[in-house]
């Protein structure tokens, strides 16, 4: 095999070789205490990295999964208010319809939510609101605090996806109301694809819904997390449980503080060299939207061929990722989540760099220069 | 750490190394030719083991999320009718209340099922039907060829459980009329925990239900499997499938009637300790059902307590499986399936009867004698 290429996307992420060999043991019995110690160790570090004391569940799917678990659990045949800005509020909107009464409160990909918007459908009653706090599809980082005291003025549930903000950056989901939080094991935790977690608040569990899916019921998971040992309801998938135990405590040892810093100077660097290069940021910001710090969302310059320039790239063995659905073509986006630093990020914008300049876009200065400085 | 274990359990079971193994290998971008060439070849294996040419999609979810997916998409608003001889028969009728009018047609466990009850029901005009082709709460093996006849003949759909037969015992999915199947990855594939495959016949998709939960639209497994590479519709547990990938080019290799053979011998093995032991074992079979080939339940003679029998066997470095629910205590469970054969049944055995006499029973016979009969 060749060498594995450097992948530099919004997950998933490369893994720290603790993590990856963490799965190769053998099985282990899942109803056994060295199993409970293992999922218990993995709700210690998400409770401090999600910034919460609530009951929290790990369930073996994907993000969606537990996107699912969330609105299925506390939305069903409820007024749902979905705040939407880009792929992954659409998806919780669409995963709305199935459950309750939607309300699709969208603006332009990229572009700030719509406040007034929520505030008008909380008053006419909605009685939860779903909202993606860190839009990689875009680019963007939604103001969670500021939806978190207008959901809780409106007393309805805020069920907020974290997926990819959590564990790589700021998050308080207690102190910003947030009622359920959802992560996703392949983001900012580096750890392998195919876990969610999800948290609840007991201001939730007081309106939680009959019939959800059966093997997203969140009762039965609160239920097996109380036995002794520490149990899932159904099979957990344990290599992964085991690679996300070691990514956990991954996270304790470099305190995570200093890992949502190391993030943002990531994402500080690639936002020194675009704007080096004279390229904007794709997201449209204001006062209370910011730029992503796990993914930066680039605007592609007039004349750049996204299949072009990441060719290029890719043949220097580093992945990006381009825009999804119509954004295709129109964008390209650089992940800084989980265990890339300084080398990894360096070594994507010298192939970018390269690659603009070979597709024909005259740079107007230096980015890796301009990222060295952030780093320097 | 110590020596591991030796898991004789019905599920999960060990793997082999290279199964493990593949696991350790850095992510890879899971929309990539790379990741499409490891579905698509589960995806041909699988179908073999099956025996099936219909469609064919893997979950990034437990079994129980492939059962769910079945009912969730062929049976809402519908009448089911779930054939209950067992824990997992009870589960599908339980997964069937959420989503249709079930009608649970129920055996003592482990006792034949009450097929004339079916044949009531369906003429009742039940749409869709569940069945547990291999109870392993119970260890009998029901007649999934005679109940899709049945079903075939009423015009309505089959569902069969075949987690933990598939890949381990004869299944003729399409010869016997099934019109969904399910196998899960930890069972006789000898995979790690956390994948579910299921497989549609076009009859089933002629009557897809709408609204089936987000995350196991079985159609929008299918429109992604469609994709070039082919894809899974959300995020999919990619350490996992590149595990099952080894694991089903293992049965491949192997070859499946090998497989099968090897693990009927196993079976064959453990009744024959069993009869020399003078113990009974649990199932009440007829013509038409049978001991399970894959886990051996065996009831305990009287005197010799669970917990106790169990433990001596434990300290020998062996788990085997006690009863679930009202047969805890009553049964214990002895699993063959997946990657073990003669040494680590033999050696479960002759743990199994140094225990059984440590405990005071008196063992008619030399068990461990009479399955290396089997095997010699």
């Not at 007034?116 to 963007?140: C, D, F």
């Not at 405590?249 to 943002?264: K, P, S, T, W, Y």
């Not at 999804?324 to 992940?335: A, E, P, S, V």
């Not at 990894?344 to 192939?351: G, N, P, Q, S």
């Amino acid at each position: 095999m060749e060498k594995e290429p450097l992948l530099m996307l919004p997950g998933p992420v490369p893994m720290p070789e603790r993590v990856r060999y963490a799965m190769m043991r053998q099985a282990i019995n899942h109803r056994s205490a060295e199993f409970g110690a293992v999922y218990s160790d993995c709700v210690r570090v998400l409770k401090t990295v999600f910034g919460t004391v609530n009951d929290l569940f790990v369930i073996s799917g994907s993000g969606t999964a537990g996107m699912e678990a969330a609105v299925a659990n506390f939305g069903r045949d409820t007024e749902i208010a979905c705040l939407v800005n880009g792929k992954f509020g659409e998806r919780l909107y669409k995963i709305s319809q199935r459950y309750g009464k939607a309300y699709e409160i969208a603006s332009e990909w990229g572009t700030p939510l719509n406040l007034g918007a929520l505030e008008e459908r909380l008053e006419q009653g909605a009685q939860i609101v779903t909202l993606v706090h860190n839009e990689t599809s875009a680019g963007i980082k939604n103001p969670a605090q500021e939806v978190g005291r207008l959901v809780r003025k409106h007393d309805a549930l805020f069920v907020m996806d974290g997926i990819t903000s959590i564990g790589g950056d700021v998050v308080e989901a207690d102190a910003w109301g947030v009622d359920v939080a959802i992560v996703g094991s392949q983001k900012c935790l580096a750890a392998p694809a195919g876990l969610a977690a999800v948290s609840v608040s007991s201001r939730a569990w007081e309106r939680l819904c009959k019939n959800p899916p059966y093997y997203l019921d969140l009762a039965a998971y609160r239920k097996s997390a109380g036995s002794k040992p520490m149990e899932t309801p159904y099979t957990p998938a344990v290599p992964l449980f085991l690679a996300l135990r070691e990514a956990c405590l991954i996270v304790e040892e470099e305190g995570i503080a200093n890992r949502i810093a190391r993030h943002q100077r990531m994402a500080r660097a690639v936002r020194a060299a675009a704007k080096a290069w004279g390229l904007s940021m794709f997201p449209k910001i204001d006062a209370k939207h910011e730029y992503s710090t796990t993914v930066s969302a680039i605007s592609y310059p007039e004349g750049v061929k996204d299949a072009e320039m990441r060719d290029i790239i890719k043949k220097m063995g580093i992945i990006i990722a381009g825009g999804q659905d119509h954004l295709k073509g129109k964008i390209f986006r650089i992940g800084s989540m989980g265990a890339v630093g300084a080398p990894e990020i360096l070594a994507t914008l010298a192939a970018t760099q390269f690659a603009l300049k070979k597709s024909g876009y005259k740079v107007q200065g230096d980015g890796v220069q301009a990222a060295g400085e952030v780093f320097g």
